[in-house]
């Protein structure tokens, strides 16, 4: 017998991601940052250069001329030196799988070189590829449960709604994003694949009804897989209706006090706080076309001024200028749609205040 037909798998099953089983993911780091399983982590078998040469080999001379060349680009110190990287991960995280895009050859190179060290662990039958198609029919199959929607104008805190219940569905944290023209966070917005795959951890844990919040299709970078979109547009809801004070209280601390401390937290405190200066004058700027040139330069104004006062340590001065944007802006927006819809829009099981609408969504759920 072979060593390679000792080295051991798993199979690419849900419950590999329900249970947060540690994972080494040995594909490039080009094919990690487009998309990974959760919960992993990158030690790749060959760089992007690496793998690179190798493809140009595979193409030009087969596979036994591209693994002969593998075997030359990660020799040596080179191997020794990703061999150990798995070790350390391995010591730390004695249960972790490892995986490659079809759990063919490059786990099996790694686990093979750990076995040489002494080391056993499994690799995922079929790989990224299987896992990602499992977790895709999550989604799918996820299309067909009850859902409920949570609407309203912005402000009415929607997803704070949604993290209080255990059903809930919170799809801007799996995009990175907030959803709104101003929605963009310091952390880089997920990668589609990223989005699905986090969506689809979710969905694991959560057989029966779901509550989520009213979202456009699009979110950040990421869509809402059309099956899951149309299901959501179907979906009975509840609208939250607050006064527009409460709704600015709302905005003032996710939009301008949580985004400053996001910020600051990621890059310190002066690049944080231009940074963060960036991102809602860039955001002004994104809705220019809609806003007009008069409206986009006095809430352009305002915008500035309120900075001033901020750095002054008076946040509150954002009220100028977001009151406007909500009243002119946002609010006909969403009346509009609502209006369009009116013949067609799913049913309101409930429209009342926060609290109101928190109570009718937990007995949605019984």
């Known amino acids: 017998m072979t060593l390679a037909t000792m080295l051991t798998t798993t199979p690419s099953a849900l419950s590999v991601i329900s249970e947060e089983r540690p994972l080494i993911d040995v594909r490039a780091p080009v ?4 998309g990974a399983l959760p919960g992993a982590v990158n030690l790749p078998l060959m760089n992007d250069d690496e793998r690179h040469q190798v493809g140009i080999a595979y193409k030009q001379q087969g596979q036994a001329a591209a693994i002969a060349l593998g075997e030359r680009l990660v020799s040596g110190e080179t191997k020794q030196a990703r061999v150990a990287g798995w070790q350390a991960y391995l010591d730390e995280h004695p249960d972790a799988l490892i995986y490659c895009f ?3 050859l490059r786990s099996q190179i790694a ?6 060290a002494g080391v056993s662990r499994p690799r995922l039958e079929g790989g990224w590829k299987a896992m990602r198609q499992a977790l895709c029919a999550r989604i799918e199959s996820a299309a067909r449960q009850p859902m409920l929607v949570v609407a309203g104008l912005t402000g009415c805190a929607k997803t704070t709604l949604i993290n209080q219940l255990d059903n ?4 801007e944290a799996y995009a990175h994003h907030k959803g709104s023209a101003f929605g963009r966070r310091p952390e880089e917005p997920a990668t ?9 951890k979710r969905l694991i844990r959560l057989p029966e009804g779901l509550v989520i919040e009213d979202e456009s299709r699009q979110i950040g970078n990421a869509n809402i897989p059309l099956s899951f979109w ?4 179907q979906a009975p809801r509840v609208r939250i209706e607050m006064p527009l004070d409460w709704r600015l209280a709302q905005i003032q601390q996710d939009y301008i006090i949580d985004l400053e401390q996001a910020y600051i937290a990621r890059y310190g405190g002066e690049q944080g706080w231009a940074l963060m200066q960036k991102q809602l004058s860039s955001a002004l700027v994104r809705l220019g076309k809609r ?5 986009l330069q006095r809430l352009q104004r305002l915008q500035t001024l309120a900075f001033r006062e901020h750095a002054q340590g008076n946040p509150q001065a954002h009220e100028a200028w977001l009151a406007p944007l909500l009243t002119e802006y946002y609010d006909p927006l969403y009346r509009y749609h609502l209006d369009k819809q009116r013949d067609t829009a799913p049913p309101e099981i409930h429209v009342g205040d926060w609290d109101s609408c928190l109570a009718a969504a937990r007995q949605w759920n019984r």
């Open 111 to 116: 686990q093979q070189w750990l076995e040489e």
């Open 31 to 34: 094919e990690f940052a487009q």
């Open 168 to 171: 809930g569905v919170d799809l």
């Open 291 to 295: 806003l007009g040139n008069a409206r």
């Open 230 to 233: 149309r299901a959501l547009q």
């Open 102 to 104: 079809r759990g063919g």
């Open 192 to 200: 589609q694949i990223n989005f699905e795959h986090a969506l689809a």
